[in-house]
């Protein structure tokens, strides 16, 4: 699972639009159609194999689609009965649900897709979102045969899964591309080329691509024209660019050939008092992540100290890193789970608000030096040397980290930071083997449940790089996702402490969290947005007149 900390640019597969309603107001253009750019080449339409699917709902649809506000609304599946127990799913396919190609989709499909998504020779880098379900685990594992998932085909219309324990935000799951069917008859008519160009794949979202030939910079979405609610799509087209330059991608917006451009920190200065300047909130926080097995004994020991951590976040300002180095909308955290990604099911509070601890993520230089001095005198040290590890992805990174690092030698005494900023892969590699002191990560939701944050931090988890291990957390994360998981208030409440634990203990140190700016062409409307998950849903998206 590689993911979002080193792959932030992976939902960038195209250039995002704003929020807006479902429903039609006002009159349409003659041409439905809208420009955009993306910042890298598509690198896969294989829905097995993708790295990332913030635009791909829009061609392949699964049994849910995502709607506002992380809703799932109807998608391939007309009906949808749950066991009392919440462990037996059974979906009934529509009767006139078909891939592109006119074909019938049928619960054999899904069947198929699944068992091949897991066979470990697929390297699907998103199977554990099948976790959960009866035994996908061993499977992508390579321990049990495929035909052993718990799926089953009852006829052409009824798809029946079998789960190891209640998942309750598994409808918002579905919802994802990955589970998405693939056409059995399509992989083996295409054989070797399925997949490695845009005709050779077929489509069951309300578009289909055409124009990619697996290394294109241009590629469209044009209507499909075999999609069961094919009525509700207004747009007949939407036309991709890869424009990789900031400054190049707002000229084109400025020439009318682009209805969107996604604006660079130092654009955000200047055009934030624009008319068509609008922002967009990600379910990405960017944190500190400690090295609690640090192989340098001094560090280790130092890393493994609560009171040097806790100097380590209250000696930063996240205001401050917002508005003079960051530039953007981008927001301070509140916690390791981002503001605005879940509710309360009874209160309707947001997660993020409820679980506040004050005085985790608040700058405080006098507290902080506090913090420090007893926590050096509990390690017997007067000076210390840590590294801060980095990629170096986005222009502003660089200056992140040297803002980090000034930060925290300023306000610590005895404190040196060396500065290690390096490409993705390298951060990646060197933190799955342990080798970082404090890593600077980024993790964004797979789906709208603060879960999707919490099993990180688990014991078992390989993306808790740090080997923080806290029995209290992992007894009510996996609380949360058994004994108490067809009781929302209950795991709500488990949840809570969960995310309470981390802070108290500064597990991570939360920093902020990600709201892109925008250029918008104020006549494309209808088009929704999530912070998670499939974040771009254009079905109901249209150009007013």
């Known amino acids: 699972m590689k993911k979002k900390w080193i792959l932030l640019a992976m939902s960038a597969v195209a250039v995002m639009l704003v929020l807006a309603g479902c429903g039609t107001k006002g009159k349409l253009a003659d041409k439905q159609e809208i420009n955009l750019a993306a910042d890298s080449p598509l690198d896969t339409i294989d829905v097995s194999k993708a790295n990332g699917y913030g635009q791909t709902g829009n061609v392949f649809e699964s049994l849910y689609r995502l709607g506002a506000k992380g809703k799932p609304t109807p998608g391939l599946a007309s009906k949808t009965e749950v066991s009392k127990d919440g462990k037996t799913y059974t979906f009934t396919i529509r009767n006139n649900a078909k891939f592109s190609d006119g074909t019938p989709v049928t619960a054999e499909d899904f069947v198929y897709s699944w068992r091949r998504t897991l066979k470990p020779e697929t390297k699907a880098q998103y199977a554990y979102l099948f976790e959960g379900i009866k035994n996908a685990d061993k499977i992508n594992a390579g321990k049990m045969s495929p035909d052993k998932l718990g799926v089953e085909a009852k006829g052409k219309h009824t798809f029946i899964v079998h789960l190891d324990k209640p998942m309750t935000y598994f409808k918002i799951l579905m919802s994802y591309p990955l589970f998405s069917p693939i056409s059995k008859k399509a992989v083996d008519k295409y054989g070797s080329k399925y997949a490695t160009k845009s005709q050779y794949m077929v489509y069951t979202g309300p578009f289909k691509i055409t124009g990619w030939n697996g290394t294109g910079d241009h590629w469209s979405f044009v209507k499909n024209d075999q999609y069961w609610d094919k009525k509700a799509v207004k747009l007949d087209k939407i036309n991709y660019q890869v424009v990789q330059n900031p400054q190049t991608m707002l000229n084109l917006y400025q020439s009318n050939k682009l209805d969107m451009v996604q604006l660079s920190s130092e654009q955000v200065k200047n055009y934030k008092n624009n008319k068509d300047y609008t922002t967009q909130p990600y379910s990405i926080t960017a944190f500190l992540q400690y090295n609690l097995k640090d192989s340098n004994d001094v560090k280790r020991k130092a890393l493994n100290n609560k009171n040097i951590r806790y100097a380590i976040s209250l000696a930063i300002n996240r205001k401050q890193l917002i508005d ?61 040397t840590l590294t801060l590890m980095s ?51 980024h993790w964004g939701a797979d789906f709208n449940d603060p879960i999707s944050y919490l099993q990180i931090l688990q014991a078992n988890s390989g993306f808790n790089y740090g080997k923080w291990n806290n029995k209290d957390y992992d007894a009510l994360v996996n609380k949360a996702q058994n004994e108490d998981a067809n009781n929302p208030e209950k795991r709500w409440q488990d949840m809570i402490q969960a995310e309470q634990i981390v802070m108290k203990e500064q597990a991570v140190s939360p920093l902020f969290q990600t709201v892109y700016s925008y250029l918008q062409n104020p006549k494309v409307k209808g088009i929704i947005h999530n912070t998670a998950g499939t974040q771009w849903n254009y079905k109901y998206a249209y150009v007013a007149k």
């Open 391 to 441: 990629d170096n992805e986005a222009s502003t990174d660089k200056a992140v980290s040297e803002y980090y690092g000034s930060q925290l030698e300023k306000t610590l005494p005895g404190l040196k930071i060396d500065l290690i900023n390096i490409p993705t892969q390298v951060v990646y590699s060197r933190s799955t083997k342990g080798q970082f002191d404090i890593l600077v990560g």
């Open 324 to 384: 003079k180095v960051l530039g953007d909308a981008s927001t301070t955290s509140k916690g390791l789970v981002a503001t605005n990604l879940a509710t309360n099911p009874k209160t309707k509070e947001d997660f993020a608000k409820e679980a506040y601890l004050k005085g985790t993520v608040d700058y405080d230089a006098k507290k902080a030096k506090e913090y420090w001095n007893k926590g050096m005198k509990e390690i017997g040290e007067k000076n210390l």
